[in-house]
């Protein structure tokens, strides 16, 4: 089976500007989860989506976005870029049980300037 | 590479030796725990999992412990290698929420 994908791998913005970013679950997984990873926050929890509903949601502002598609593919998109939201963003996916293994794919490397 | 983080305990273990790597949960709801490790450049690998209703798992040169009574967790590696090199983290998880991480412990293995 394939992996989790994401693309792009790596993305350079100004600030005030806005991404979206792609990731592509491995198949048959209907959950999709959304972490932000920086040096000095370590690994933080965006939101998780199952069958194209948001089921959790972490403690991030509102311009960070998602949504889940019909065929499980999710996309993140943050606004108004700041230089704050420089950071590795991973997508994870799983079947979608409460204890289901999450399998992480290589994260986008977001740069902000 | 990629900096996964820039001031993170590091243990520091010869080749062949045996690491253990501790981890201290918050939440006594958590039901389930895994670790994770991650490479340079990479996302987080699934190692190991645990549910409450062990204390122990096996796999393959790594053991996880759980005690639930002081809400810890470790990973245990044998024999480890050179490609050990990494930072791990564990998680927990209590039902109907996401994942939680620790801040991670960078693994280091001298040849």
């Known amino acids: 089976k394939a992996g989790v994908t994401q693309t792009p791998r790596y993305l350079i913005k100004t600030r005030g500007q806005q991404v979206t970013l792609s990731c592509s679950p491995i198949?048959?997984?209907?959950?999709v989860s959304w972490y932000q990873q920086t040096p000095g926050q370590g690994l933080q929890f965006l939101f998780e989506?199952?069958?194209?509903?948001?089921?959790n949601k972490g403690n991030f502002p509102g311009r960070f976005s998602g949504r889940q598609f019909s065929n499980s593919r999710s996309e993140m998109n943050v606004s108004t870029l700041e230089l704050g939201d420089s950071a590795l963003y991973l997508c994870?996916?799983?079947?979608?049980?409460?204890?289901?293994?999450?399998?992480f794919g290589p994260g986008t490397r977001l740069t902000v300037l | 590479g990629e900096s996964v983080g820039l001031h993170l305990p590091t243990l520091s273990v010869q080749e062949g030796d045996n690491s253990i790597i501790n981890c201290a949960y918050s939440?006594?709801?958590?039901?389930?725990f895994i670790w994770y490790k991650q490479e340079s450049g990479k996302g987080p690998q699934f190692i190991i999992d645990?549910?409450?209703?062990?204390d122990k798992r096996q796999g393959q040169r790594v053991t996880v412990l759980l005690n639930k009574t002081v809400k810890h967790l470790s990973l245990q590696i044998a024999a480890t290698q050179p490609g050990d090199s990494a930072v791990y983290f564990c998680?927990?998880?209590?039902?109907?929420?996401?994942?939680?991480f620790g801040s991670g412990t960078r693994l280091q293995v001298q040849p």
């Open positions: 198949s048959g997984h209907r959950s």
């Open positions: 998680a927990e998880k209590e039902r109907g929420r996401a994942l939680t």
């Open positions: 994870a996916s799983r079947g979608g049980g409460p204890t289901d293994t999450q399998y």
């Open positions: 989506y199952f069958s194209e509903t948001q089921r």
């Open positions: 939440n006594s709801a958590s039901d389930y």
């Open positions: 645990i549910r409450s209703n062990m």
